[in-house]
């Protein structure tokens, strides 16, 4: 790992032998046939080095691939974009994947990170832990990718009701990595708006599993971001 940046919020109370920051590859039984696979085509994936537009994160960026598929293509299709999403994953997953080269040798002009909400529904994860392990995958980038910004999102809304355990935890996290926006390089965005009704209840029609975006939450996400990367990409 990186030192940490100057500028940054100091440490937090997180232990620091907590799983959210100790890298390593996901283990779960339903992803050992495709995560490990998919791991090692992206080294190899054509067009990776010349990529402009870097997704990172869990299975909300995977979805780019699937339902946001052809989203992607409608608003993403003049940028050459590598998609580094797996579903799944938390922070620590991403950490081993950065480690093990998933960012090497590229040099991308913006790189997207969407990461945290599977350390809170998988372990409920103390949120000073899920921030901290978003921190220290801030510091991969900043050392890896030294000339990329970064736009760095708020966790999504999940669960169907405001006061939803696993929405407030993600709220937790969120307060904290604001924080991160006076990182040099580092956009914070946040896009709850997008899936939640007047009155905070989630919205089923773009979230019907109450944590994935369906199409037309793809649609409303592509909406909201493209404007930070036109305008990102163009610095």
């Not at 100790?22 to 791991?39: D, G, K, N, T």
């Not at 809304?157 to 969120?174: F, K």
Request: with cysteine.
């Amino acid at each position: 790992m990186c030192p940490q940046a100057n500028g940054f919020p100091g440490s937090s109370s997180c232990p620091e032998n907590a799983q959210a920051l100790s890298p390593e590859p996901l283990q779960e039984e339903w992803a050992v046939e495709w995560w490990m696979p998919r791991h090692e085509q992206k080294l190899v994936e054509e067009g990776r080095e010349t990529a402009e537009l870097l997704f990172l994160g869990d299975s909300i960026t995977h979805g780019w691939e699937r339902e946001g598929e052809e989203i992607a293509e409608d608003y993403f299709s003049g940028y050459s974009v590598y998609n580094l999403g797996f579903s799944g994953d938390r922070t620590e997953n991403v950490l081993w994947r950065l480690d093990q080269g998933e960012a090497d040798g590229i040099n991308p002009q913006l790189a997207v990170l969407l990461i945290g909400t599977n350390n809170t529904g998988h372990r409920q994860d103390n949120p000073e832990c899920t921030a901290e392990g978003i921190k220290r995958i801030l510091d991969e980038l900043n050392e890896r990718l030294p000339d990329t910004q970064v736009l760095l999102l708020e966790i999504f809304p999940r669960g169907e009701y405001p006061d939803d355990e696993l929405r407030s935890i993600n709220n937790e996290v969120n307060q904290l990595i604001r924080a991160f926006e006076e990182r040099e390089n580092v956009t914070l965005a946040d896009f709850s708006d997008i899936f939640l009704m007047d009155d905070d209840m989630l919205n089923l029609d773009v979230m019907p599993d109450t944590l994935h975006p369906n199409e037309q939450g793809y649609k409303f996400w592509a909406e909201a971001m493209l404007p930070y990367i036109r305008d990102l990409m163009s610095r």
